[in-house]
């Protein structure tokens, strides 16, 4: 079956505009889950949905972030006021939501540049 | 603290040798789960293997296994026969305290590089 997708793969952005990633996860899984990695680190978590609610928005780094996933199955992530430091790839990971040790399935991701 | 260490930034083998890339957790919960990803330069993460923080047995997963010591909280993956296909990052991650507050995500590492040399 078809796995994570993210569009658009590349974004090129200036410095203060707003950007909207789209994740579509794998049919089925209610968990949906938001993670940025920087140049030469491990992914980051930034934003958790479990169906359409946002059950663990911790890692979102400040209010110009923010994510949505109003029908339980496709989320954007939306940026507002983009820095120069929000440069990074944005990955989308999904999950069935049942079980304690089930995998994350990560799409391709999101590889934002703000100029 | 960090969550995951990984003290290799690269690391070189021989094709169809063994290696180990290492991994050490932090974490004061008793339940928790350790996985580990595959990064090739197309940027996918690819899930390789997975161990319970109660599992008695190490996980195993056709060439990969995961040599897990709880009590020196390492969970080292152990790749054999290296193939050229195998030279990407390797990322070690943590999920834990369910169901605690943020118990859904990964705790992810610094990862590991490694080249196949033929």
């Known amino acids: 079956g078809a796995g994570v997708s993210q569009t658009p793969s590349n974004k090129v952005t200036e410095k203060g505009k707003y950007v909207e990633l789209r994740c579509d996860p794998i049919s089925g899984h209610t968990a949906l889950y938001w993670y940025r990695q920087s140049l030469g680190q491990g992914p980051e978590f930034l934003i958790y949905f479990q169906g359409t609610g946002a059950a663990d928005d911790s890692g979102l780094p400040n209010d110009r972030f923010f994510a949505v996933r109003p029908e339980g199955s496709v989320s954007t992530l939306k940026i507002q006021r983009t820095e120069r430091g929000d440069s990074a790839v944005y990955l989308c990971?999904?999950?069935?939501?049942?079980?304690?040790?089930?995998?994350?399935?990560f799409g391709p991701g999101t590889r934002l540049l703000v100029l | 603290a960090q969550k995951i260490t990984q003290t290799q930034p690269g690391m070189f083998v021989q094709e169809k040798e063994a290696v180990t890339l290492d991994c050490t957790y932090d974490t004061s919960d008793q339940s928790y789960g350790l996985f580990w990803y595959k990064q090739p330069s197309s940027g996918e993460m690819i899930f390789l293997i997975y161990?319970?923080?109660?599992?008695?047995q190490n996980a195993t997963e056709g060439r990969y296994s995961l040599n897990f010591q709880k009590a020196r909280k390492s969970a080292n993956l152990v790749i054999s026969a290296s193939q050229l296909g195998d030279s990407a990052m390797y990322f070690c991650?943590?999920?834990?305290?369910?169901?605690?507050?943020?118990?859904?995500?990964?705790?992810f590492g610094t990862g590991t590089r490694l080249t196949v040399i033929p």
């Open positions: 161990q319970g923080s109660y599992d008695e």
């Open positions: 990971a999904s999950s069935l939501g049942r079980y304690f040790g089930e995998t994350q399935y």
């Open positions: 991650a943590m999920r834990e305290g369910f169901p605690a507050p943020g118990a859904n995500n990964l705790f």
